[in-house]
């Protein structure tokens, strides 16, 4: 007998975090199309995008047909299991951005895509639009960080990975409350931006996925602008006038301009070398992209900031590893992945 919908929401209400299905509102915790399968008859997975990616990853490798986004083969720097690391890179899927094809996800024979990031009505639109022409039945999970353990937990069930969601889920829950209690303490009164591109000049809006971890410790983001969010460009006007306590940084090329441009050595953060570099991940320590990858660069961000989290980052860091990449990782691989 297939899950319907009301027994897939009778199912996630027992854990206290679903409120309903969606009205078209940010704080829909998952939209699902169509009937969703048994969790037993979901053996292969289409991830649509990479924040999913790190998620299937985490909590259902094994029913995974390939990777949307990423071509773990050739990266040397998390050592995971060798056959998550032939993983297939098949694009992702969203809408005019799509890379993979209608024919070539029908092509795969998938029994569920599985989606995670914004929530909106467009996003749900996009999702059902996809799911009535493949006849493919779609989960969209809400993307916020906040909900970290809602989106493990919510995709354990369905796809009858509970124990391991489960083990996930509390260590998000810790790394996210911690962050929360954090945010109430005066060390966390500092403005941050985050910069982004080639001169740095890109930033994430308060209230968007690309600054919810420095935002969730309590941090002021300095680039806000009413009723928007998401992705910006500022002028180095604004950077002169907001002054920023800290520089958030992810990619060298950013902040080798940053450090050199005589403009940016107005902004006192950075004459005083206030900048926060987070690199040596495959992928973003706090975006890029926007999914549970941000648990870490939350962690880091907060170790950075508050020295008894400082003393114990290490082995978050490698417990994290170890639920999250299902594999080991040495002091040795540890210093690489730290070593900006």
Avoid at 229 to 250: A, C, F, K, Y
Avoid at 300 to 327: E, G, T, V
């Amino acid at each position: 007998m297939s899950l319907t919908r009301r027994r897939f929401t009778q199912i996630l209400a027992s854990t206290l975090f679903l409120h309903h299905l969606p009205s078209f509102a940010q704080s829909v915790k998952f939209w699902a199309s169509r009937t969703l399968p048994e969790a037993q008859n979901i053996t292969r997975i289409v991830s649509a995008g990479a924040p999913a990616d790190l998620l299937l990853l985490a909590v259902a490798p094994e029913k995974m047909v390939g990777f949307s986004s990423f071509d773990f083969a050739r990266q040397a720097l998390i050592p995971l299991p060798e056959h998550i690391r032939q993983f297939p890179r098949l694009g992702r899927l969203a809408g005019r951005a799509s890379t993979l094809s209608l024919e070539g996800l029908m092509a795969l024979h998938p029994d569920l895509v599985v989606d995670c990031g914004n929530t909106d009505e467009t996003w749900i639109s996009q999702a059902r639009q996809v799911s009535e022409q493949t006849q493919i039945p779609w989960l969209l999970l809400n993307g916020k960080l906040e909900q970290s353990a809602e989106q493990l937990t919510t995709l354990g069930k369905t796809l009858g990975e509970e124990h391991r969601a489960a083990e996930q889920a509390n260590l998000a829950s810790r790394f996210v409350g911690e962050a929360q209690a954090f945010a109430t303490s005066p060390a966390a009164n500092l403005s941050f931006y985050a910069a982004r591109g080639p001169r740095g000049q890109e930033t994430g809006l308060q209230g968007s996925l690309h600054t919810e971890a420095a935002e969730l410790l309590g941090l002021h983001n300095v680039a806000q602008i009413a009723d928007r969010h998401g992705l910006t460009q500022v002028s180095m006007e604004n950077l002169l006038r907001w002054q920023p306590d800290i520089i958030l940084v992810q990619e060298a090329v950013t902040a080798d301009f940053i450090r050199r441009d005589p403009l940016w050595q107005g902004v006192k953060a950075v004459a005083e070398q206030r900048i926060l570099f987070l690199s040596g991940l495959p992928f973003g320590w706090l975006d890029a992209p926007p999914g549970i990858n941000r648990l870490l660069g939350l962690r880091r961000l907060h170790a950075w900031l508050d020295p008894a989290i400082n003393r114990q980052f290490k082995s978050d860091m490698q417990h994290y590893a170890q639920l999250f990449w299902h594999c080991s990782l040495s002091d040795a691989d540890y210093q690489k992945l730290v070593a900006s």
